[in-house]
């Protein structure tokens, strides 16, 4: 009883924010844009802060990775055990860019953003964490406003991302610290000529 009242109130939400015929073609292409590109952004950033920044922020560069990856990790599993529906596969609302037909819980867009801003946000980066933050909030509208989630996909995504970042704060200390120099190891040797020419730091 409870989950078909959540499932209701998902649905009735997901049509409140779902974009509908009339919509002006300029704000589902902002949408589209929002929803499908802004994420690229996040590693282009990852690796800047890698590849240049100092060694504090090359850290908290490879953290939110981590923090990233573990959470997407764990989407995997929940889809594969929970397999949710996406709204288009329901025949719910109006769906504008094309998705395989996959688990729509949790969005993986939405926890990569949140894993990454909430890692910057806790580490000291803060101007990064709520400018990426905020960034998760307009990816999140995007992505239901387009057709392809559910609003608690969202919170799903909140969750495991907030859920993860903890984990590896918890294991930065007994083990985060020695895959990062594992990793640093990795990219002098790969990169051992453009650092002798100064392009990018050691």
Excluded: C
């Excluded at 015929?21 to 282009?44: C, E, K, N, R, S």
């Excluded at 729509?104 to 964490?129: A, K, N, R």
């Excluded at 999140?140 to 559910?150: D, I, S």
């Excluded at 970042?165 to 990219?187: D, M, N, Q, S, T």
């Amino acid at each position: 009883m409870v989950f078909n009242e959540h499932n209701a109130l998902n649905q009735a939400l997901f049509l409140q924010i779902n974009a509908g015929l009339l919509t002006p073609d300029w704000l589902i292409a902002g949408a589209i844009f929002v929803a499908q590109y802004l994420i690229f952004l996040l590693p282009a950033l990852l690796l800047i802060l890698w590849l240049w920044g100092g060694d504090a922020r090359r850290a908290v560069a490879f953290k939110a990775l981590s923090v990233a990856l573990l959470a997407l990790g764990i989407n995997l599993l929940i889809g594969w055990g929970w397999p949710e529906p996406r709204p288009f596969m329901m025949g719910v609302g109006h769906t504008w860019i094309a998705h395989a037909a996959d688990a729509s819980f949790p969005s993986d867009h939405m926890t990569v953003f949140m894993s990454v801003g909430l890692t910057f946000l806790l580490s000291g980066l803060w101007g990064f964490g709520l400018v990426i933050l905020l960034g998760s909030l307009a990816v999140a509208w995007a992505r239901v406003f387009l057709g392809v989630h559910f609003p608690l996909d969202m919170l799903g995504s909140v969750l495991v991302a907030t859920g993860s970042y903890f984990v590896v704060f918890w294991g930065w200390p007994r083990g985060g610290k020695r895959l990062l120099a594992w990793a640093e190891h990795i990219y002098r040797v790969l990169l051992a000529r453009p650092i002798r020419i100064g392009w990018v730091r050691r």
